[in-house]
């Protein structure tokens, strides 16, 4: 809009200087030339001046619409609304920061997906840890503690029992006995039958992993108790 209007008074000078010799040449006296150019001077004012606003109102609308479009699509994706995306419609800098938001939103989404599809698998302390590069994948020796539970006299439990009932007491159990190993910082290997493995110490390194699993074996006797 500075640079449409600053066009006006060059533009001014210019027609005022043709006007002024136009108006010689016909041999009006000044009086007369003055009042013309000064009403010539008011008319282009005029025009320059709407041409101007018309010109940022288009140039400002524009602009306004796209970075408008990115504050949005960024404040939903600092709400964690991964699935948002910046309309690109031209190839200059602002066409450049929509498709690299785009990009941004999509590594985003992605790590989102695989965050959730691991932490099905393993304990949400240990999937944050691996998704972030701090525990290495190619293998490490560590000091841990592992932790071994069965159910006593289980198979002639299962021999005397409906399988239904079977299925129903083993998935409570189950549960019971991952959510006293985890209560303690512990990690659940595998159920193995009737059988529990869990690790204290690792992958997340702990200072007195033995005594978090004897605290855990302790309290998943009292679940069974219970």
């Known amino acids: 809009m500075a640079f449409a209007i600053n066009l006006v008074p060059w533009m001014n000078i210019i027609i005022l200087h043709y006007s002024s010799l136009h108006l010689s ?9 003055l009042s ?7 008319i282009q004012s005029f025009v320059f001046i709407a041409a ?6 288009v140039v400002s609308g524009n602009l306004s619409k796209p970075f408008g479009d990115i504050i949005h699509v960024l404040r939903r994706v600092a709400k964690g609304f991964y699935n948002e995306r910046v309309r690109v419609t031209t190839s200059d800098e602002i066409g450049y920061n929509g498709d690299v938001i785009n ?17 099905r698998h393993v304990a949400r302390e240990v ?8 525990i290495p994948l190619d293998g490490e020796f560590k000091d841990v503690s592992v932790l071994f539970a069965d159910i006593r006299d289980f198979t002639p439990m299962t021999e005397h029992n409906d399988p ?25 290997l595998q159920f193995v039958g009737d059988q529990v493995y869990a690790v204290f110490g690792a992958p997340i390194r702990r200072r ?11 309290e998943m006797g009292r679940r069974l108790k219970a």
Do not use: C, P, W
């Open 25 to 33: 040449e016909r041999g009006m006296d000044a009086a007369r030339v």
């Open 36 to 42: 013309d150019l000064n009403r010539v001077v008011i």
């Open 52 to 57: 101007a606003l018309v010109l940022t109102l």
């Open 103 to 119: 990009r941004m939103t999509e590594g985003l989404r992605e790590r989102e997906r695989i965050k959730d599809a691991f932490g």
């Open 127 to 134: 999937r944050d840890e691996v998704l972030s590069g701090r």
């Open 164 to 188: 239904k009932m079977i299925v129903k007491i083993m998935n409570a159990y189950f549960k019971e006995m991952a959510e006293a190993v985890q209560a303690h910082g512990g990690l659940v």
């Open 208 to 218: 007195r992993h033995h005594t978090s699993a004897f605290k855990a074996g302790m």
